[in-house]
Each structure stands twice: as C-alpha cells, then as structure tokens.
C-alpha cells in the first residue's frame, strides 16, 4: 500500500517538472511582444500630436477632421496609410524630406510623431 503511492508521487514528479517547463517556456515567448510592447508605450502620441500641431501644420493637414489644401505636402492620414504595413520606419522618413525645409526634428520628437501618425491609420 505505502509502496504503491510512493511510486505515484514519483511517477507524478516528472509531469510536474515538465509543466513547471512548459509554463516556463511559454513565458519566454511572450518576452519580445512584451518588449515590443513597452517600446511601442515609450513612443508620446500626445506629444507628437503637440509638435504636429506646432510645428508641421503650416504645410501638412495634421488632423482628419481639417479639410484644407495648403501645399504639395501630404495629409497626415494619407501618410499614416501609406506606412500602415510598416509603422517602424515613419519615424525615419519624418526625418528624411525636411531638412531642405528647414524643418529638423530629434530622434526622440520623430518617434512621437510617428506615434501620433501611426493612431490616424486605425
Ligand atoms: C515647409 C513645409 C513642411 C513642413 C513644415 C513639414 N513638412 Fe512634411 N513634407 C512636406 C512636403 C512638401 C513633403 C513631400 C516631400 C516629398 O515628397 O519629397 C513632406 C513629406 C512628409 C512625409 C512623407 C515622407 C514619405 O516618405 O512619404 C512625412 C512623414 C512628413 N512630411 C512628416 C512631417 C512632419 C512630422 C512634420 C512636422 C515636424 C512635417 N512633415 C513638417 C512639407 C513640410
């Protein structure tokens, strides 16, 4: 009698390490969404709104709710469909046309932008 759960609990012992290494497993796959996750969350929507609101509205519409023409620039919304399938690379091509107009920007006020442009694509 003894001897016979004794041998349960060690066949059970087994089972047990392997869920312990399955759930542990399966955290490890869920670390790059979670750091994706929080780099995505450092990224200031608000403020890029802010700088867009400030600093490109004189060429781009900025907002879809605004319905005017002011120059060749892009709406916001239309480059924010434009890089729909490819958000990560916004930021760079924010960078990018402008210094020929006088517009430069930070690393940092690049990625807020292309934060808040990425929110107009939904
Ligand atoms: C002086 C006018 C002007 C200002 C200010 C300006 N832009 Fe532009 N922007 C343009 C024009 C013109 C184009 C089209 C350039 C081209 O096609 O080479 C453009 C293109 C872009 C593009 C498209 C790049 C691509 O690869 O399609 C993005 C993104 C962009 N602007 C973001 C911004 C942001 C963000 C700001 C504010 C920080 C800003 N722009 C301020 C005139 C301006």
């Not at 016979?4 to 012992?13: A, F, M, P």
């Not at 620039?73 to 107009?101: C, G, Q, V, Y």
Request: hydrophobic share 45%; net charge positive; proline share 7%.
């Amino acid at each position: 009698m003894v001897l016979r759960r004794k041998r349960v609990s060690e066949q059970n012992q087994p089972k047990l390490l392997m869920e312990v290494f399955v759930q542990l497993l399966r955290f490890c796959s869920l670390l790059p969404a979670i750091v994706a996750a929080s780099g995505a969350l450092a990224a200031d929507a608000d403020n890029g709104k802010r700088l867009a609101e400030t600093r490109c509205v004189t060429c781009h519409i900025v907002a879809p709710s605004e319905r005017r023409v002011v120059t060749d620039a892009p709406p916001f919304e239309a480059i924010a469909r434009k890089f729909a399938s490819n958000p990560d690379t916004l930021a760079f091509s924010i960078i990018d046309p402008h210094p020929r107009m006088n517009v430069t920007l930070t690393r940092r006020e690049a990625q807020d932008l292309a934060a808040y442009i990425n929110t107009l694509a939904k």
